[in-house]
């Protein structure tokens, strides 16, 4: 099995920030690696595919980067509706969620 | 429009077996490519996926659940059920079927359900 290994599990940070989320893979998975973003009571929204691609409607503040074994969400400028909870997903075998890793509000 | 709405019985007793519907619109499942998957999420923690069908009727499941799910598909319904027995309180949580998109490098759930909770207990 393929494991998804996220960091870090939470982070704190304000309005205008730029964030970076990292997400490892325990084996090279190329591209095969999808962000979605998840708010309380809410079902996961598809964010990032193929590890760079923005999904349709999503703002272009939210982009991804990585291959191979090491992924990260970047967040530009973040704004009081992007604050929820983030997991990686790989689809190489499968598929494994990370852990996930919720942003709060400083 | 694609939509996707997971129905089932909210409370189920150790031992039993759950038995989740997942009944969509704008989509086929005999159309190519296609696929329906199943991912649930216990009470404040992460999103464990469960398993998938595709629109030729091949299936997969997570290794570590494979002994205890049936996925199958009623294409002319169009739903998807999945089958978990042996439920445990451990398998409380919130189950959403999810309709799978293809890319050039792999796959992803575009659209979700609303999900549904289950809560096993006696």
């Known amino acids: 099995d393929i494991q998804m290994t996220q960091s870090p599990s939470s982070l704190s940070a304000s309005v205008g920030d730029r964030v970076t989320i990292t997400c490892r893979a325990s084996?090279?998975?190329?591209?095969?690696l999808n962000w979605y973003q998840q708010k309380p009571g809410k079902a996961p929204k598809l964010l990032i595919y193929?590890?760079?691609s923005l999904q349709s409607g999503v703002p272009s503040r939210f982009s991804g980067s990585g291959s191979g074994t090491d992924f990260t969400l970047t967040i530009s400028s973040l704004q009081p509706e992007d604050f929820a909870t983030y997991y990686c997903?790989?689809?190489?075998?499968?598929?494994?969620f990370g852990q996930g890793t919720k942003l709060e509000i400083k | 429009q694609i939509t996707l709405k997971e129905s089932g019985p909210t409370l189920v007793k150790p031992t039993q077996t759950l038995t989740l519907t997942c009944t969509f619109s704008?989509?086929?499942?005999?159309?190519?490519?296609?696929?329906v998957g199943w991912i649930r999420q216990p009470p404040g923690k992460a999103l464990e996926w469960l398993a998938l069908?595709?629109?030729?009727?091949?299936?997969r499941y997570s290794p570590s659940l494979k002994s205890r799910l049936t996925i199958t598909k009623d294409t002319s319904k169009n739903q998807v059920v999945l089958t978990m027995t042996n439920m445990d309180p451990v398998d409380t949580a919130t189950y959403y079927c999810?309709?799978?998109?293809?890319?050039?490098?792999?796959?992803?759930?575009?659209?979700w359900g609303q999900g549904t909770m289950v809560t096993v207990s006696s």
């Open positions: 999810a309709h799978r998109t293809t890319h050039m490098e792999g796959s992803a759930f575009d659209i």
């Open positions: 704008g989509f086929s499942l005999s159309t190519s490519g296609v696929g």
């Open positions: 069908i595709y629109w030729d009727d091949d299936k």
């Open positions: 084996q090279s998975i190329s591209s095969y």
């Open positions: 193929a590890a760079s």
């Open positions: 997903q790989q689809s190489y075998s499968s598929y494994t």
